[in-house]
């Protein structure tokens, strides 16, 4: 019988279990991180020089470029749906703060008007951003960053025309296209506008690629494709270019090794909700999981052996020319 297909409820795709180790598991080296967000900066300043307003990072996560971001020149605001991911982000802004000597922590209060749930603020921080609604940014009220609780998947709690860049790493592929294109639309600042798109690149032989194809293959088997994070960010750009934005050739920002296990892709599913972006029935879940054990044990012989890859960080530019 032909599986009755669900995909994950956004609960599952919160990542709300994996904040606490998220970093440790799924981060990037610290260097790649200063490299991103500087390259992020630079690309804002240079295409946006004369467009005023906020940098908008969509699913910020756990703040590892965003706390970097919350630093510069621009107003940064980092969204995303997860309260324990953001939680995370807190103290590392808050950490930030605490290494700046005779500063207060700056870490800033809810946007007003939004249902955010992102809580406690960090112990001991102190807010000193002035209320205001987001979309009316005025020079010299902004301090370090914002940090919003919302789901992308509605509409955003951003003014019309608010926003003059928005980044979004590792996290488009995970949003409704449909949606993402009409908030990027309402958003964008009339007179030009920037979309930054970050994502790892991984050899297409690296464990990681070659267990995920398999996995992917395993589950088509079974009726159900998954959809990648490639897919995700060319729908995109199809779908954008399509209202006059052009795309700038993607750039290689930052590059490091990384050692790698089968067993690791294996126990990160393990303690995922879904897989691929589906829900799917435990039963079936867990038997996918095994024969993907099975398969891995003898394709590389050992769980548990240990391969050394490269990976790079690879940042897409489009750019809204403005309306004539
Ligand atoms: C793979 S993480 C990337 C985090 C961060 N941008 C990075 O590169 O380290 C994807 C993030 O997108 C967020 N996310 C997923 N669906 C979302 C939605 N509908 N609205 C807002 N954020 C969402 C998740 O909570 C998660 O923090």
Redesign the pocket.
């Known amino acids: 019988m032909k599986p009755k297909q669900e995909r994950c409820p ?1 609960q599952a ?3 709300d279990d994996q904040a606490v180790d998220f970093d440790r598991r ?3 080296p610290a260097d790649a991180c200063r490299a991103v967000a500087e390259a992020v900066a630079e690309t804002a300043e240079n295409l946006a020089i004369d467009l005023p307003g906020p940098l908008l ?6 703040g ?2 965003g706390v970097q971001l919350a630093h510069g020149k621009r107003p940064y605001l980092g ?4 309260v324990p ?1 953001l939680a995370s982000f807190r103290l590392k802004l808050a950490d930030a703060a605490a290494q700046v000597p005779g500063t207060n922590s700056k870490v800033s209060p809810q946007v007003p008007g939004t249902n955010s749930k992102v809580s406690p603020q960090v112990p001991g921080t102190k807010s000193e951003v002035s209320p205001q609604v987001p979309g009316t940014w005025t020079a010299g009220t902004w301090t370090a960053g914002w940090l919003v609780c ?4 509605r509409r955003l709690p951003l003014a019309d025309h608010s926003v003059a860049v928005v980044f ?4 488009v592929h ?2 409704g296209l449909r949606h993402l294109v009409e908030e990027i639309e309402r958003l964008r600042r009339p007179q030009g506008a920037l979309l930054l798109l ?1 994502s790892v690149q991984r050899r297409p032989t690296s464990v990681r690629q070659v267990m995920r194809r398999q996995m992917r293959r395993l589950l088509a088997q079974q009726g159900y494709t998954g959809r990648s994070g490639d897919d995700g960010r060319a729908r995109l750009h199809r779908a954008l270019a399509t209202k006059g934005w052009h795309g700038h050739p993607p750039r290689q920002v930052a590059e490091w090794t990384v050692k790698e296990r089968p067993c690791d892709s294996l126990e990160a599913w393990d303690r995922k909700t879904g897989l691929a972006g589906w829900a799917l029935d435990v039963q079936l879940r867990r038997r996918v999981l095994e024969e993907l054990r099975s398969w891995a044990r003898n394709h590389y012989g050992q769980l548990d052996a240990t391969s050394t890859t490269t990976e790079t960080y690879q940042l897409e530019t489009l750019h809204w020319p403005g309306d004539t």
């Not at 979004?168 to 996290?171: G, I, T, Y």
Request: glycine fraction near 12%; proline fraction near 3%.
């Open positions: 956004p795709l919160r990542f799924a981060g990037l990072d969509l699913g910020a996560g756990t590892e470029i969204l995303d749906l997860s991911m919302a789901d992308a998947d979004s790493s590792r996290a995970l949003l970050g």
